[in-house]
């Protein structure tokens, strides 16, 4: 494959940049890519440039950094960086070509999961409802999703902060992709490659579905993904087509997790 080679991952771990390297395999994909070693917010600059003339025939750009001064999570929490370049940083512009249903949000998460699980399926992800990915009993990656529009344009932006070769070190309950790759398995380039493939053929599956509700097999597996996590007091014990949960004391929706 052009654009990225194994020796991109494969050297000292200190001179790595995730974002670097990501923006190497968008490239070589073709796919509208931009790089900043540093950046405010990829996602606050994803949602300047979603209707700029340049980006109105870009059915996807995608925007990666290795240091983010003011990272956003969900609601007012934000995310927090690791050292330059240890971290995915990331957001994902889509051109939809109509509104979404809010069962969007489950469909994204669960493409996050099928992603990591396929790529590294002897490690133990999880889902914790509503955006984040756990591996053993940490997190280790969250997403962020915004619809914009303007007039007849709709944007789907999709922050994904993963950490790979750190975890922020004020943050006990996250961990990072090397830290839990069992001993004599590296982080190769070819597996980073094959995650960043799979996610977004999985993301983009997961558009396509957010048209409709969730079907029985999306639900049966969403509820094994939420019930992997080691921190959830109960287990779940169903989902319906709208995403709303069920626990043996309750029955929420996804949105209002």
């Given at each position: 494959m052009s654009g990225v080679k194994p020796s991109d991952l494969d050297q000292s771990l200190s001179d790595i940049r995730i974002g670097q390297v990501s923006h190497h395999w968008a490239k070589s994909q073709k796919i509208k890519s931009y790089y900043f070693s540093e950046i405010d917010s990829t996602n606050v600059k994803a949602k300047n440039e979603a209707f700029i003339p340049e980006s109105l025939d870009e059915q996807m750009t995608v925007y990666f950094t290795d240091k983010q001064t003011a990272g956003r999570g969900r609601g007012s929490n934000k995310w927090i960086t690791a050292n330059p370049g240890s971290q995915l940083l990331s957001t994902w512009s889509f051109m939809l070509q109509d509104h979404v249903l809010p069962t969007l949000a489950p469909l994204v998460g669960l493409a996050l999961y099928r992603a990591a699980k396929a790529t590294w399926p002897f490690l133990n992800f999880s889902l914790k409802a509503p955006n984040d990915l756990y591996l053993n009993d940490k997190k280790i990656a969250g997403l962020l999703l915004e619809t914009i529009s303007q007039a007849e344009d709709i944007r789907l932006l999709i922050g994904l902060?993963?950490?790979?070769?750190?975890?922020?070190?004020?943050?006990?309950?996250?961990?990072?992709?090397?830290?839990?790759?069992?001993?004599?398995?590296?982080?190769?380039?070819?597996?980073?490659?094959?995650?960043?493939?799979?996610?977004?053929f999985e993301v983009s599956v997961a558009i396509q579905m957010a048209a409709e509700p969730l079907d029985s097999t999306t639900c049966a597996s969403l509820i094994h993904a939420l019930n992997q996590n080691p921190l959830l007091k109960e287990k779940y014990t169903d989902i319906d087509g709208k995403g709303n949960l069920t626990l043996p004391s309750k029955k929420i929706n996804w949105s209002e997790l």
């Amino acid at each position: 494959m052009s654009g990225v080679k194994p020796s991109d991952l494969d050297q000292s771990l200190s001179d790595i940049r995730i974002g670097q390297v990501s923006h190497h395999w968008a490239k070589s994909q073709k796919i509208k890519s931009y790089y900043f070693s540093e950046i405010d917010s990829t996602n606050v600059k994803a949602k300047n440039e979603a209707f700029i003339p340049e980006s109105l025939d870009e059915q996807m750009t995608v925007y990666f950094t290795d240091k983010q001064t003011a990272g956003r999570g969900r609601g007012s929490n934000k995310w927090i960086t690791a050292n330059p370049g240890s971290q995915l940083l990331s957001t994902w512009s889509f051109m939809l070509q109509d509104h979404v249903l809010p069962t969007l949000a489950p469909l994204v998460g669960l493409a996050l999961y099928r992603a990591a699980k396929a790529t590294w399926p002897f490690l133990n992800f999880s889902l914790k409802a509503p955006n984040d990915l756990y591996l053993n009993d940490k997190k280790i990656a969250g997403l962020l999703l915004e619809t914009i529009s303007q007039a007849e344009d709709i944007r789907l932006l999709i922050g994904l902060g993963l950490n790979v070769i750190e975890a922020p070190e004020d943050v006990s309950t996250s961990t990072c992709l090397i830290d839990e790759l069992p001993k004599n398995t590296p982080l190769l380039a070819q597996d980073w490659i094959s995650f960043l493939e799979r996610l977004l053929f999985e993301v983009s599956v997961a558009i396509q579905m957010a048209a409709e509700p969730l079907d029985s097999t999306t639900c049966a597996s969403l509820i094994h993904a939420l019930n992997q996590n080691p921190l959830l007091k109960e287990k779940y014990t169903d989902i319906d087509g709208k995403g709303n949960l069920t626990l043996p004391s309750k029955k929420i929706n996804w949105s209002e997790l």
